[in-house]
């Protein structure tokens, strides 16, 4: 079972729309999640990160945390062409060191 | 403030050569990683540093990749020989100690041929 498990997509909205990005962990222990936005040929970008059970909210995007379930999401309201991008999902992993663990990344296309 | 550098931005080796790859990281962060993205796949970590200590080298192939990092700052990752599989971006990151949230580099693009 893969640590942190993501749909590979692409995911294709519409601009406007609302954009829903998930994503699973598999180690309970996980205390820090953490979004981050990759575009093509550039290295990841923080956008958003979540500690405890329930939403956080950033303009326009909201992340979603669920410890129970091991689920975290993002949603991306009023989604933009600049949008389209790679998000990437990221769980601390309880080591007694700060190691971030990455999903594969989920491929979103916002089409004008 | 300054950001993760990284250098060189790409580089084009031939099979069984070496390369070198550095990284300097946000000034006071003690925390310094190196992860390898594969195309089409999230960043997976191959070491980390607190401060000019080892903390995880778990998935680091350590048969031919090797890294240090001096007086707990700059730090250099090393691939000899390498292979046609190491064809990847090779990403720094920092962060504060118990820091979340990694600021990275911009990478360095390695292409084996």
């Known amino acids: 079972q893969k640590e942190v498990e993501q749909n590979s997509g692409p995911l294709s909205v519409p601009e406007g729309a609302i954009a829903s990005l998930n994503c699973t962990y598999s180690?309970?222990?996980?205390?820090?999640f953490f979004w981050y936005r990759q575009y093509s040929g550039k290295s990841p970008e923080l956008i958003m990160s979540?500690?405890?059970?329930g939403d956080k909210e950033d303009g326009r995007f909201t992340a979603q945390l669920n410890k129970a379930s091991q689920y975290v999401s993002l949603l991306i309201r009023d989604s933009q062409p600049s949008d389209s991008a790679t998000y990437l999902c990221?769980?601390?992993?309880?080591?007694?060191?700060?190691?971030?663990?990455f999903g594969t990344g989920t491929r979103l296309l916002v089409s004008p | 403030e300054a950001g993760v550098a990284q250098s060189p931005r790409y580089k084009i080796i031939e099979k069984r050569q070496s390369v070198a790859f550095w990284c300097n990281p946000i000034?006071?962060?003690?925390?310094l990683y190196w992860y390898q993205q594969i195309l089409g796949q999230g960043p997976k970590l191959l070491i980390q540093?607190?401060?000019?200590?080892?903390?995880?080298d778990s998935q680091l192939p350590k048969d031919r990749f090797s890294a240090e990092r001096l007086k707990g700052v700059d730090s250099t990752l090393k691939i000899q020989p390498a292979k046609l599989e190491d064809s990847a971006v090779y990403l720094c990151?920092?962060?504060?100690?118990?820091?979340?949230?990694?600021?990275f580099g911009s990478g360095t693009r390695l292409t084996v041929v």
């Open positions: 990151a920092s962060s504060w100690v118990g820091g979340d949230g990694y600021t």
């Open positions: 540093f607190q401060n000019n200590g080892v903390v995880d």
């Open positions: 180690d309970r222990g996980s205390q820090s």
């Open positions: 000034s006071g962060h003690a925390t």
């Open positions: 990221a769980a601390t992993m309880n080591t007694g060191f700060q190691k971030l663990v």
């Open positions: 979540i500690y405890s059970n």
